[in-house]
């Protein structure tokens, strides 16, 4: 069986570029997988179910390494088990030199696939690191600006202070005033603290 495997980091994101590149290549729908969800770990659902239906001698198809993932110690060892362990075809369309079901590849050529993959993989990892690194960027600046993040603080109500000083005296728990305000406990807590 061939199966193809799609990812987008985000819900917003439409997996379509890579799903015609699948369709292209010939995988039927049924046999695509796609994951709307952050490539910095193996931890996503479609991932992990096309893992269990891949059998020896199957072919795997991604359009390119990040695709499969952003962190690069686990896409090698991803790699490893899906070719060495699973002994499954990888296919990587966008990289030619990455289709493992090249029987006739020396030693060199099986060296410079390895080389490839390493530094595609330490490259997608180098992204990741970049893209949180501008996100960190930006929330600082937008911060410095005076823009709040979060949800507004709520308001607190008028029996506030009331239920605070009972709180103070002994006489109520804390989780009984945060009831009796409707509030969290973790709201009131916060409300008492500033």
């Given amino acids: 069986m061939t199966y193809g495997y799609i990812r987008v980091s985000t819900r917003e994101q439409n997996g379509d570029r890579?799903?015609?590149?699948?369709?292209?290549?010939?995988?039927?729908?049924?046999?695509?997988?796609?994951?709307?969800?952050?490539?910095?770990?193996?931890?996503?659902?479609?991932?992990?179910?096309?893992?269990?239906?891949?059998?020896?001698?199957?072919?795997?198809v991604i359009k390119s390494i990040d695709r499969l993932g952003r962190a690069y110690e686990e896409i090698i060892e991803q790699w490893r088990i899906?070719?060495?362990?699973?002994?499954?075809?990888?296919?990587?369309?966008?990289?030619?030199?990455l289709d493992t079901r090249q029987k006739d590849?020396?030693?060199?050529?099986?060296?410079?696939?390895?080389?490839v993959l390493q530094i595609l993989s330490y490259v997608a990892q180098q992204e990741r690191e970049f893209i949180r690194q501008r996100q960190a960027e930006g929330i600082a600046a937008a911060k410095?600006?005076?823009?709040?993040?979060?949800?507004?603080?709520?308001?607190?109500?008028?029996?506030?202070?009331?239920l605070l000083?009972?709180?103070?005296?002994?006489?109520?728990?804390?989780?009984?005033?945060?009831r009796r305000l409707d509030v969290s406990h973790p709201t009131f807590l916060k409300w008492i603290s500033r």
């Fill in 18 to 60: 890579q799903l015609v590149a699948m369709q292209n290549f010939g995988i039927q729908d049924g046999c695509i997988f796609l994951d709307k969800q952050s490539g910095k770990d193996f931890k996503r659902p479609e991932y992990k179910h096309l893992m269990r239906k891949l059998k020896p001698g199957d072919t795997l």
């Fill in 82 to 97: 899906i070719t060495k362990e699973r002994q499954v075809y990888m296919v990587v369309l966008d990289l030619p030199l």
């Fill in 105 to 115: 590849r020396d030693l060199t050529g099986t060296l410079i696939a390895d080389l």
């Fill in 144 to 162: 410095e600006r005076g823009v709040r993040f979060g949800r507004e603080p709520k308001n607190r109500p008028a029996e506030f202070g009331e």
């Fill in 165 to 178: 000083q009972a709180w103070e005296r002994g006489q109520i728990s804390a989780r009984e005033a945060a």
